[in-house]
């Protein structure tokens, strides 16, 4: 698989709402997991919120969407992420590490409790990305 780039968006609570709304729009096929199938909540209202969601229509688009688990932050007109993922762990650790200069990590690129790497940045710019590498 090819890496891809795609929008991720972050909700309080609608993000298979906002998901389910897309795919009527777009077509396609929607996965989604939530926080309580990895047991990853920050408190019992967590268990049915998206942890992740991927719509993935037969045009090639690709959005991604999660909730805001309790504890943490929601804030509007900043809860949108680029996505970098797929299994070019090279190119896509470079990525990482050049999108990091000058930025700020916030989540160490290192394997997850799905089985992939993943980590997360600040560019310099305030832009927020998001790396998945897949694990297979």
Known sequence: ???????????????R???????????????????GEFGAGHGPDDDDKL????????????VMAADT??????????????SLSGDDADDLRGYYSKL??????TVQLEKQMWG???????DRFGINWMFNISGS
């Open 69 to 82: 688990p309790q504890g943490m932050p929601y804030n509007p007109g900043e809860n949108i992420s680029v």
């Open 17 to 35: 709402e906002a998901l389910e709304f897309y795919q009527g729009v777009f077509g396609g096929e929607l996965t989604t997991n939530t926080f």
């Open 1 to 15: 698989m090819a890496s891809r780039l795609n929008p991720y968006i972050q909700f309080d609570g609608s993000a």
């Open 51 to 62: 942890m992740h969601g991927m719509l993935e229509s037969p045009n090639g688009f690709t």
């Open 100 to 105: 990091s200069d000058g930025g700020k990590v």
């Open 116 to 122: 992939d790497e993943f980590g997360a940045v600040v």
